[in-house]
């Protein structure tokens, strides 16, 4: 990765909440929630976890709320609504977390490693 993408990357991460895999799946601990693989489809179908949504990096801004999975939320309720976002590594996710939250979502979380850290 060429050292500005790294100093990007960083200086999402510093921004942005991050979580690990086992805070998103504790008992009580996201209650109501949606993880976003924000990888490429090819790597979607490849490999991803079970009820996740892939919504890649690239198109989630303009794709977010057409989602199916998210249409029936109204612009308040997508806004307000924990989305746990991963990526292979975590350095998407973080930059796509930081990017939600200029646009007004209130709970966006990169998870920390993303599949790589996979228990």
């Keep these: 990765m060429l050292p500005a993408c790294e100093r990007l990357v960083s200086e999402a991460r510093r921004s942005v909440r991050e979580v690990s895999w086992d805070e998103v799946r504790s008992p009580g601990g996201a209650g109501d929630h949606y993880l ?3 990888r490429e489809p090819d790597e979607y179908r490849a490999r991803s976890v079970p009820d ?3 919504v890649p990096r690239g198109l ?3 794709a977010i709320n057409r989602h199916p999975a998210l249409q029936h939320l109204d612009e308040q309720a997508l806004l307000a609504t ?4 991963f990526c292979g590594t975590g350095g998407r996710s973080a930059l796509a977390a930081k990017s939600l939250e200029s646009l ?3 709970q966006v979380y990169s998870i920390r490693g993303g599949l790589g850290a996979l228990p």
């Design 60 to 62: 989630l801004e303009f």
């Design 36 to 38: 976003i693989d924000v």
């Design 52 to 54: 996740a949504i892939n």
């Design 82 to 85: 924990p989305l746990y976002l």
């Design 104 to 106: 007004g979502f209130e």
